[in-house]
């Protein structure tokens, strides 16, 4: 079965620094998504991608976040200058559909944990 | 953020008996739901859903109910299996914000003891 898949797995940066977390969403679909979970909290929006732009961000995806597909198969998650509290599992998402349907549900990929010491 | 929630934090169940999981929520635009399962290391699998307009839906040994007047769903796993130990969230999607915007539940750590 096709597959979201992320890399690295786990990526440990200083404060201030720029990280790129990546993705490739599975080949036939067309929506793109980040989600993050902080450690004891819950999954959380971040930002919806499709047609090379975004459709949704949420209040946490702040000017210090960026998205890009910069080819017909990757999707990257930018973050310039890392905080402390940007520390969480970083889940990238894709759909076929832009609507939640028994048909085109979110298919996640395993996460990158980011650790900024 | 508790439009979504799930107020068992963990749950244990014997082998071969049912699991019933509980979701709550209170955003009334909510239009569908679902039940993602996670294992340690992964990222959430999709199980199930259901559509507002439908009560039920099965597929399997899952079942999820929904109630809306009550503002409640619910997971049923019959019969409960080992591999069914991981942690389950519930998801909900409106008809406003749209889409595959989810708004997830804390999650609720299934243990299947043999």
């Known amino acids: 079965e096709p597959e979201v898949t992320q890399t690295p797995s786990h990526q440990v940066t200083q404060m201030g620094q720029e990280v790129i977390l990546r993705c490739v969403p599975i080949?036939?679909?067309?929506?793109f998504y980040w989600y993050r979970q902080i450690l004891g909290q819950k999954v959380e929006f971040l930002v919806s991608?499709?047609?090379?732009?975004?459709?949704?961000k949420s209040e946490i995806f702040d000017d210090q976040f960026s998205v890009e597909r910069p080819d017909g198969s990757n999707f990257t998650l930018k973050i310039r200058s890392t905080k402390l509290e940007d520390s969480a599992m970083y889940f990238c998402?894709?759909?076929?559909?832009?609507?939640?349907?028994?048909?085109?549900?979110?298919?996640f990929g395993n996460g990158t944990r980011l650790t900024v010491t | 953020d508790q439009q979504v929630k799930q107020n068992s934090p963990s749950l244990s169940v014997q082998e071969g008996r049912i699991s019933i999981l509980n979701c709550d929520y209170t955003?009334?635009?909510?239009?569908?739901f679902l039940w993602y399962k996670k294992y340690p290391a992964e990222g959430p699998t999709f199980l199930i859903s259901?559509?507002?307009?439908?009560d039920k839906n099965e597929d399997g040994r899952f079942t999820v109910f929904l109630n809306k007047s009550a503002k409640h769903l619910s997971l049923h796993i019959v019969p409960s299996q080992p591999g069914d130990s991981a942690v389950y969230f519930c998801?909900?999607?409106?008809?406003?914000?749209?889409?595959?915007?989810?708004?997830f539940g804390q999650g609720t750590r299934l243990t299947i003891n043999p």
């Open positions: 998402a894709s759909s076929i559909m832009d609507r939640v349907s028994y048909n085109s549900p979110l298919h």
């Open positions: 080949s036939n679909h067309l929506y």
């Open positions: 991608f499709y047609n090379n732009e975004i459709s949704e």
């Open positions: 955003n009334s635009m909510f239009d569908y």
């Open positions: 259901i559509s507002s307009i439908k």
């Open positions: 998801a909900a999607s409106d008809i406003i914000q749209g889409a595959q915007k989810l708004v």
